[in-house]
């Protein structure tokens, strides 16, 4: 079961979501820079400030259509579906933290130290946060980087909201019929139908077909040979910060008074 297959890493993951808190955890005093700094206060913002990048490169990439707004024409995801079940999704509460748009900057997620009772320093900077629900996929479709170098079949994590959920789980159960609904290898198009304001992980789940992934044609078919299909290993992907760690990321990162991650807004930059 893969449930007890991860419950050494929950126990890391459990201890580490739940650090013993500082002392003092008030907002931080207002960082304007300047041309030079005192004290310790410098080399520990560096210290937090490369653990973020570091956390940053061994986050997976998440699964983004673009809206159809005005001109633009509805954008549909291939995606494969790598859990067994629906049972496997991974729940957590996350914080969203968006940029302004045109910023190019992707929003960031974290995820909160304290799902139960908001002793988490994101909670504490006015971010409300949601309950967020994670599949791991495989994205067909192909996307060229900053580099022009060309990627497709990335495995990327698929989030849910609620709502959105809902209608997903309705898709699979009927694309199931009646039969208790083994997820893996199921194909999807997933479409982005109601605008911006919509979810940009998708609002409309087209069944297209169930492939078996232990089968070399299958494989073929999607050009899937060589590519690793295990899930996302979520316990490490989606573990949070530590206290600390949060706390000087929210100092550095210009988003301490809860940023704008009150009000989520859209960006259009894939992450
Ligand atoms: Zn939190």
Redesign the pocket.
Known sequence: MAFKKAAPAKKAAEKKSAPEKPATRKAAPSGKSSWFSRGIGATEKETARQADVREALSRSRRLFIPPATGQKKEVTKRVIYLDESLDDMFNV?E?GYFYKKGSGKPPVFKT???QEG?E?P??EGGNK?SFTSFLSIINTSSWTDKNNKEHSNNKELHPFKVDQFALFRRAVEKASKGKKAKLRGMVFDVVRLQGDKSHPTGDTFEYVETLDLRNPKDLAKYNLKGVDLKPIDYMTDLAPQDWEAAEAWLKTSGFGGGGSGKKEQEEEVPY
């Open positions: 509460k914080h909160c130290l304290d908001g988490c994101h909670d946060g």
